[in-house]
């Protein structure tokens, strides 16, 4: 039962609130000449609009109180400018009455005492508003100084970063004329390449096959080339220790067959063959020995 009201009190509050609104903008857009343009008064746009209403209220309240300020001491300083004048001219220093020097130098006195911001003529307050300006004076100074020394600096880095650009868009023009021998220098390492690894897989295969030789003529790593090699010393001195009676045997084909003799000296012989063979059996034995 208590909704209802509630909910009008705060539509007629909207309303009221929009109804201010728009007097509002009608005033403020009639000033500049200008219509009010047509948008929705949605709640947000309503709140928004209504704080720049008190804002500006607020802002033409403070304007006015200073406005009235200003006019109330515009017509303190305009009479008292009167009883200055009169006071001037019923002592003979009308403005006037003065010669045109004079009058030319008090506008000078009156504008440097405009410039110094003093509100007199008096001696000390030029003192003092020198005084200040001095202080003021030699505060730039410094920090024209300080400024300077800055720039400097600041010219020093911009100098050495113009410097490294340069060298660095030279280096990068050399890198660029280099790219291409490099690329072609890289396609042929490339194209190198491959052929090495084709060449490797041969190579590798052909390893493989060789073992696979060895392996089926009975090769082991016993046999060494060191191993073959004493070897062959051995059978060249058995070859020597064997020609002498290969000799001998052959010489014996010339003789005229004679039964008991050739038996003789064919038993010899063998001994002798068979001591031969016997020694170099020792001799392979002990070289394999040797290398294990």
Known sequence: MSDPPVTE????SDASRISELQKWLAARFGDAGKEVPDF?????????????????????????IVAKDFRRKAAEYRSQAARIREILESVGLAQDSLPSNVVGSAQVLANVANLLNIRDTELSSFLVAMGDISLRKSGVEEKRAKVQKESKILLDYTRKAIARLTYLKRTLAQLEDDLPPCEAQMENWKTNLQVMAAKERQYMQQCANYKAVLNRVGYSPEISHGVLVDMAEHRKELEKKTKPILDTLRSYQDLPPDKALAALAIEDKKRQYAAAEKYLEDVLHSALATSE
């Open 40 to 64: 929705e008064y949605t709640p947000r746009s309503v709140g928004y609009l209504h704080t720049l209403l008190n804002i500006s209220e607020a802002k033409e309240k403070s304007a006015d």
């Open 9 to 12: 009190a705060k539509s007629g």
